[in-house]
């Protein structure tokens, strides 16, 4: 879990090529050992200890990462610009309450970014919490869940597949329904939809 140094590429064409943050195409094959691939976009998180990668997503202009922070005992944002690979925005989201599995999602237009993962109610409790980004990542507000299974029942932890936005204006995924706290070989998963807000 010490990662300090993340390597970001992408394809887009299935995997038969594969570019840096720049859209150069990188000589295959990748290394992909401890020391990295020196063509890759590299991003130099902040060193500390027990950091581990939470999600990822790559938008037209930025990265954006979100990870645990072990030695902060919270999770953390960073927005990258996606060219050159360089930190435009580092924050600790203590107030949120979001826990280690999170994911993104961005609507269609881009103007709207959301994280999307479990969040503590009580000891051994949890619930799914969504928090909402109109400013590319720039500051984070709750929306609140519609769906009553997902806010009432406190067995769910870690959404465990990316979320997608459906036409409707919905957020689709995947969670583990816990069925007891100390029993994590008794789980069943959970398809969920909720509605949104009304994008003003």
Same mark, same amino acid.
């Given at each position: ?15 038969? +090529? ?15 050992? +401890? ?6 976009? @590299? ?23 979100? *990870?645990?922070?072990?030695? &902060?005992?919270?999770?953390? *944002?960073?927005?990258?610009?996606? &060219? ?19 994911? /993104?999602?961005?609507? &269609?237009?881009?103007?709207?970014? /959301? ?18 980004? +109109?400013?590319?990542?720039? @500051?984070?507000?709750?929306? $609140?869940?519609?769906? $009553? ?9 870690? @959404? +465990?597949?990316? $979320? ?10 995947? @969670?583990?329904?816990? =069925? =007891? #706290? ?14 949104? #807000?009304?994008?003003?």
């Amino acid at each position: 879990y010490q990662r300090i140094r993340v390597q970001y590429t992408y394809s887009d064409d299935s995997g038969r +090529t594969w570019n840096n943050a720049a859209g150069k195409k990188l000589p295959l094959p990748l290394r992909a050992d +401890t020391t990295g691939d020196e063509n890759a976009t @590299t991003i130099n998180l902040p060193s500390e200890r027990g950091v581990s990668i939470s999600s990822l997503l790559a938008t037209a202009s930025h990265v954006h990462v979100a *990870y645990w922070s072990t030695s &902060a005992n919270c999770l953390k *944002y960073v927005r990258l610009n996606r &060219a050159t690979g360089s930190i435009e925005k580092n924050v600790a989201l203590k107030e949120n309450g979001l826990l280690m599995h999170t994911s /993104f999602v961005e609507d &269609a237009a881009g103007q709207r970014l /959301f994280l999307l993962g479990e969040k503590q109610r009580a000891a051994g409790s949890f619930v799914i919490g969504l928090q909402m980004s +109109t400013d590319a990542g720039d @500051t984070w507000t709750p929306v $609140p869940v519609d769906n $009553p299974r997902l806010s009432q029942h406190g067995g769910y932890f870690a @959404t +465990t597949s990316y $979320p997608s936005l459906t036409a409707d204006g919905a957020i689709m995924g995947m @969670t583990t329904d816990f =069925k =007891k #706290p100390d029993q994590r070989s008794d789980v069943d998963p959970v398809w969920f939809k909720f509605q949104l #807000p009304v994008k003003p």
